[in-house]
């Protein structure tokens, strides 16, 4: 997906004024605070995308994750991250409860995936009271993720 | 006697320390992997050895084990006050992040007193087991606090000048309940946490100088409390409060506060500097000082 955008100047334009737009919508609303101190879109993606590599490099973990279709996470991990942030974007991805059905996530796993999330947002010098807003943003999803 | 007893259990203290520097120093702590509760969950290591704050136990447990993981950490606590000294050293062990055994030996220093009585021991010595077993909640998540319920078996080892002053036993057990919260992106966007714990006990000053006593010789309710905030996820600073019996005709009790800054560079090594107030002590009064406590934990 990468690659065609790269390769197709267009769309990259046509994504551009979308994304602006998008941007303008979110200000309008007012509630998007946290998505604007986090970077916006950029830095949404920033975000997730260091928080993918440390869970690839958490051996804690990384067997949660082995059949999992990193692109479609990347996506609607931003798109879960930017709509809980106040970001111009609706999650169109299942819900917690049912994508981590039968994963088997306890709480030394929950726990590991938070300190991974932590770790990439200090390691791109994100404030902590920005990390510490997110992070309460994301606490009420917990209780759908855990099984046991 | 008197005397040859002090510096045996300093030097225990010094050696303590040196190993927890050295094993801390060496690699050989970080070698052993952290569990996976978040940096700081498990607080310090209070005075009696439990997981907590400075003087009061938390619903939290030791180390850093999480669900099916292995917690554990040792400390040692010095605090100089105006006319008394306290060594506090221990070990404790957390399973399951559900339940907490430890094993701590507190020395106090008469100092003062000590020299101007001439009295028989010049310092007073106690041994606590304790237990916690965390019984609802979660710390951070869901709607309840964390709850824990805990008991501290407290043995006194030199039991003369208690006795002298009117305590009636050498030996007796503390029971508490705790709740403990940490709210995330509290005021100032940063994370507050409380702590409540009410403890049923006897134990005068808790229990270096025995348990119950001439005025009084039945447990009470006591409260105790702490407050904090994180600066940032490496730094908190709070404020404790610990509400005493008053068993002794001798001499009144009163409530210990401190004020803390907590330092948890890594999962490995942590340090808490405190201003402490322990008002009257064994008829000394307005005691004050210092507290400094280290600990290595996993």
Same mark, same amino acid.
């Given at each position: 997906m990468f690659h065609r955008l790269r390769r197709c100047p267009p769309l990259r334009a046509a994504l551009f004024v979308l994304v602006l737009l998008g941007g303008t919508a979110g200000t309008a609303r007012g509630d998007d605070d946290l998505y604007q101190d986090l970077g916006g879109r950029p830095g949404v993606g920033a975000v997730v995308e260091a928080f993918l590599f440390r869970l690839a490099d958490d051996a804690r973990i990384n067997h949660h994750f082995a059949e999992t279709n990193v692109v479609r996470f990347h996506d609607k991990l931003v798109e879960l991250l930017c709509e809980l942030t106040g970001?111009?974007?609706?999650?169109?991805?299942?819900?917690m409860k049912l994508t981590h059905a039968?994963?088997?996530?306890?709480h030394a796993d929950f726990n590991a995936v938070v300190e991974n999330l932590v770790e990439a947002m200090s390691g791109l010098g994100i404030a902590t009271g920005v990390q510490n807003r997110l992070l309460a943003r994301l606490a009420p999803l917990h209780a759908d993720i855990i099984e046991r | 006697m008197s005397g040859g007893r002090r510096p045996r259990a300093a030097s225990l203290g010094g050696v303590f320390v040196a190993v927890l520097l050295a094993a801390s120093a060496s690699g050989a702590i970080e070698r052993l992997a952290a569990g996976? %509760?978040?940096?700081?969950? $498990? $607080?310090g290591t209070q005075v009696e050895g439990q997981a907590g704050g400075g003087i009061v136990p938390w619903a939290v447990m030791a !180390?850093? !084990? /999480? /669900?099916?993981e292995v917690g554990a950490s040792a400390f040692y606590t010095h605090v100089e006050l105006d006319d008394y000294a306290l060594d506090a050293l221990g070990v404790a062990v957390s399973v399951d992040n559900r339940i907490e055994f430890s094993l701590a030996r507190q020395q106090l220093d008469l100092g003062t007193l000590g020299d101007a009585l001439g009295? &028989? @021991?010049k310092s007073l010595r106690q041994d606590i087991l304790g237990l916690k077993l965390r019984v609802a909640g979660d710390l951070i998540y869901g709607g309840l606090p964390q709850i824990a319920a805990g008991l501290q078996f407290k043995r006194h080892l030199d039991f003369g000048i208690p006795a002298a002053v009117?305590?009636? %036993?050498r030996r007796d057990a503390d029971f508490f309940l705790a709740a403990s919260k940490l709210w995330l992106? !509290? &005021?100032?966007d940063r994370n507050v946490f409380a702590n409540a714990t009410l403890r049923y006990t006897r134990a005068n000053q808790g229990g270096l100088l025995g348990f !119950?006593? @001439?005025r009084d010789d039945s447990r009470d309710v006591m409260f105790e409390g702490a407050v904090g905030v994180f600066l940032n996820r490496h730094v908190a600073v709070g404020f404790e409060y610990r509400q005493q019996p008053d068993n002794l005709r001798f001499s009144d009790q009163d409530a210990w506060m401190d004020a803390f800054v907590g330092v948890f560079p890594s999962k490995h090594v942590s340090l808490v500097a405190a201003w402490a107030s322990l008002g009257t002590v064994a008829t000394l009064d307005g005691q004050q000082g210092w507290y400094l406590s280290l600990e290595v934990a996993f």
């Open positions: 970001g111009p974007c609706t999650y169109s991805g299942d819900s039968g994963m088997g996530i306890d | 996976s %509760r978040l940096l700081a969950t $498990g $607080g !180390g850093y !084990g /999480s /669900s099916g009295l &028989p @021991d009117g305590a009636v %036993r992106a !509290g &005021p100032f !119950g006593g @001439d």
